[in-house]
Every structure is written in C-alpha cells, then in structure tokens.
C-alpha cells in the first residue's frame, strides 16, 4: 500500500528532504525571503508561531514545491543566475 501524499511538510531535521531530495538550507532559501529569491519566495509556506514568538513550525506547501521543481525540470525557468 502506498502512502498518501500529504498536504504540507515540515524541514527536516538532519539529511535530505524524503519528498524532494532538497536539503534544509535549500528549502529554506525556497520558503523564506532572502537576496538569492529576491525576497519574493517561490515556494509556498506557513508558520504556526503562536501569537508574540519567534519560534514555531514551518510546513511547506508539497504542491508548491513539487509545481516549482516541475517547472524546472521542464525548462520553464532560469535555473541559474551564471552568464554565459
């Protein structure tokens, strides 16, 4: 029996993601704003921090982050910032 695919996902903790192959620092670089993404993040997310903390736990949206490989693994955009 194959496990359903589930609606989010939390970073992992060590290793690389079970879902996506993508280590921590890299998905986060996809979920969270920063220089390399332009501060617009690419991949879907949420935090559940309750009210006044810093701290809580970030769950990815899967389906965003398995559309954006997708368009990359097509070719639908850039996947480097390198000139040629």
Same mark, same amino acid.
């Given at each position: 029996?194959?496990?359903? %695919?589930?609606?989010?996902?939390?970073?992992?903790?060590?290793? &690389?993601c &079970?879902?996506? !192959?993508?280590t %921590?620092?890299?998905?986060? *670089?996809?979920?969270?704003?920063?220089?390399?993404?332009?501060?617009?993040p &690419?991949?879907?997310?949420?935090?559940?921090?309750?009210?006044?903390?810093?701290? !809580?736990? %970030?769950?990815?949206?899967?389906?965003?982050?398995?559309?954006?490989?997708?368009r990359?693994s097509? !070719?639908? *955009?850039?996947?480097?910032?390198?000139?040629?």
């Open positions: 029996m194959v496990p359903a %695919r589930p609606e989010f996902i939390r970073l992992p903790l060590n290793g &690389p &079970p879902w996506t !192959g993508l %921590r620092s890299k998905l986060n *670089e996809l979920i969270l704003p920063c220089r390399n993404n332009q501060f617009r &690419p991949v879907r997310s949420v935090s559940l921090a309750p009210p006044g903390t810093k701290k !809580g736990v %970030r769950l990815i949206y899967l389906q965003s982050l398995l559309d954006y490989l997708h990359h097509v !070719g639908g *955009e850039a996947t480097s910032n390198l000139q040629p």
